[in-house]
């Protein structure tokens, strides 16, 4: 997700440099290490404006949540020149890559441990039910267009976006916790379904 | 899966009274609240058993963890009267489920909160690596014997068991980090995939 988030690269204001200190904080030390030194340890500029703009970690890793979630809503396209069966392949790709380059395994883990303090925190768990709805949608919105350009077979679109769901929060999840090796097993197995149960085989 | 284990309710030992103490103290106040202090607060015995024989709150949940799956993998028949097709319906329950009784609530939660703690600590990886494993084997034996026994199709059944594993993991997840309710709609595309992708339809 992160690949397409300009201000990691060139930051534009003391805003988003805080931010990118925030995130390079965040993928080293994880949840369960960062803190407000750590963040202003990576913040080029005077600490005190970290210190005196933030109440503490949680204040700073959810604006810098927000701010990742919004660029990725602004960046991503609902429409492009593509059939929605070129899009639910790429879809399908970024389901099963999240945390396998080696520069976002750390951010990967980082989320894990984030998501986990959404089962006892309100405001993670809000902010958590956002980006759900937010890849909710956009499979759902894609599901509607494949139906409509006949690639897609007469599916619900709600219930197929929401198998989506569930599954890019386990695949996230398994990678980082887990040293089995059941990536490619389970992608040939979720192509089978996308194949079986999803595509119109009519168009091909 | 703590439905079926008899030291919850009648601990045999003093061992399985600790282990009691540590699953009460767990879903109580999760992995970050957990101390040995307060899993002895939970203790009917002398607390300087629990003190004397475990080092922290990760050596004692590790050890409730290894006890859990050694009582499970003893209490899941790999053989049943039952067709593997009865079989695959209780396996789709048990996803589905998971945490939504209210008493098990606080438990899914805590265990969300531990498996976040495998993105950096190896000997939670390793353990959850069991336990996939375990889930794994479990879900392709039934595959198997589906195939034998002329109710499934001829899939892979390493490749399906990797799906449901991943699945597994991710309706834990959602279920106790997004206040999104995709259960229902994801549950029946996740059916539907049974129907069309594993069930022989011949047999119906």
Same mark, same amino acid.
């Given at each position: 997700?992160?690949?397409?988030?300009?201000?990691?690269?060139?930051?534009?204001?003391?805003?988003?440099?805080?931010?990118?200190?925030?995130?390079?904080?965040?993928?080293?030390?994880?949840?369960?290490?960062?803190?407000?030194?750590?963040?202003?340890?990576?913040?080029?500029?005077?600490?005190?404006?970290?210190?005196?703009?933030?109440?503490?970690?949680?204040?700073?890793?959810?604006?810098?949540?927000?701010?990742?979630?919004?660029?990725?809503?602004?960046?991503?396209?609902?429409?492009?020149?593509?059939?929605?069966?070129?899009?639910?392949?790429?879809?399908?790709?970024?389901?099963?890559?999240?945390?396998?380059?080696?520069?976002?395994?750390?951010?990967?883990?980082?989320?894990?441990?984030?998501?986990?303090?959404?089962?006892?925190?309100?405001?993670?768990?809000?902010?958590?039910?956002?980006?759900?709805?937010?890849?909710?949608?956009?499979?759902?919105?894609?599901?509607?267009?494949?139906?409509? &350009?006949? *690639?897609?077979? %007469?599916?619900?679109?709600? +219930?197929?976006?929401?198998?989506?769901?569930?599954?890019? #929060?386990? @695949?996230?999840? &398994?990678? *980082?916790?887990? %040293?089995?090796?059941?990536? +490619?097993?389970?992608?040939?197995?979720?192509?089978?379904? #996308?194949? @079986?149960?999803?595509?119109?085989?009519?168009?091909?």
């Amino acid at each position: 997700m992160n690949d397409s988030l300009t201000f990691l690269e060139e930051p534009e204001d003391t805003r988003e440099e805080i931010l990118k200190a925030t995130y390079e904080a965040f993928c080293e030390h994880g949840y369960s290490g960062i803190t407000i030194q750590r963040i202003s340890d990576k913040f080029p500029k005077s600490k005190s404006l970290l210190y005196h703009h933030y109440d503490g970690k949680d204040d700073l890793l959810l604006e810098f949540l927000e701010f990742m979630l919004d660029q990725t809503e602004e960046q991503l396209p609902l429409q492009t020149g593509d059939g929605a069966d070129v899009h639910i392949e790429l879809v399908v790709d970024a389901m099963f890559s999240s945390g396998s380059m080696v520069d976002n395994v750390n951010f990967s883990r980082a989320m894990v441990e984030l998501r986990a303090q959404a089962a006892h925190d309100e405001q993670y768990r809000e902010y958590f039910s956002r980006t759900d709805r937010f890849t909710s949608k956009h499979v759902e919105h894609i599901i509607r267009s494949g139906i409509e &350009q006949g *690639v897609f077979q %007469n599916v619900d679109p709600s +219930e197929t976006a929401a198998l989506f769901q569930v599954m890019f #929060v386990g @695949t996230t999840t &398994q990678q *980082v916790t887990s %040293n089995e090796s059941i990536f +490619e097993d389970c992608r040939a197995e979720f192509e089978r379904y #996308v194949e @079986t149960c999803l595509i119109d085989s009519k168009e091909e």
